[in-house]
């Protein structure tokens, strides 16, 4: 289980959030709600430990995560870059990611299939729209083996049909006991019934006082 508790982080005049606590466990999700600048990104950043609060802890399993050490192993964050090599192919770009991840079993033809990337496998991704690379960076989800997801807007530049794909494995990877923490302005890819919501307001610290 994912613990966040008591969070809290300023920036200059601006408190982003304070005080944040709540637990996320396997086969659930968090959609990160709130307006641009209200702290999302770097909520993300804290829970996946690229950042740290003024305040408070994360916990995976009851032990802090910088003492934890599997937890960067049961972790898979994807931030706002695509964060793909634009020299190779998307079908190049992938054989990185199975090698990345010791995965010598995946179809790479399939995967590249289930993002929406069929008929651009070898294609140079610098040549390729910002949705296209996108989906080469999504193809991670098809990869990982981590339970817990944290993703910060996947759908940006994604056109409805790899939308609807993201949307087929999200809910796969929530049935097989998975966890995921997302930021989208599109919620209802995320089943409902399993989704707990947060949101940050980015509370302004003079307006305060």
């Not at 305040?55 to 937890?71: A, F, L, M, R, T």
């Not at 634009?86 to 992938?94: D, F, I, M, Q, V």
């Not at 990611?97 to 033809?109: G, R």
């Not at 080469?136 to 794909?165: F, H, N």
């Amino acid at each position: 289980m994912l613990e966040a508790r008591r969070l809290s982080l300023a920036r200059q005049s601006r408190q982003l959030f304070s005080d944040v606590s709540f637990s996320l466990e396997p086969g659930h999700a968090l959609l990160l709600q709130g307006r641009n600048g209200a702290g999302k990104t770097s909520m993300l950043r804290i829970l996946a430990g690229l950042a740290r609060p003024d305040e408070g802890n994360v916990c995976w399993h009851g032990k802090v995560i910088s003492q934890s050490p599997d937890y960067l192993e049961s972790l898979l964050y994807l931030g706002h870059h695509a964060a793909v090599n634009t020299e190779l192919s998307p079908t190049e770009n992938l054989r990185y990611l199975c090698a990345l991840h010791n995965d010598d079993s995946a179809s790479i033809d399939d995967i590249l299939s289930a993002v929406g990337l069929a008929g651009y496998e070898d294609i140079p991704a610098g040549q390729l729209s910002a949705g296209q690379q996108r989906r080469i960076a999504l193809s991670r989800l098809w990869l990982s083996s981590a339970p817990l997801w944290i993703l910060d807007e996947p759908l940006t530049a994604l056109d409805v049909r790899a939308v609807a794909g993201l949307e087929r494995r999200f809910k796969q990877h929530l049935e097989d006991g998975g966890m995921l923490i997302v930021t989208t302005h599109q919620p209802a890819i995320l089943p409902e019934h399993a989704t707990q919501r947060l949101e940050l307001s980015g509370l302004d610290l003079e307006a305060e006082t």
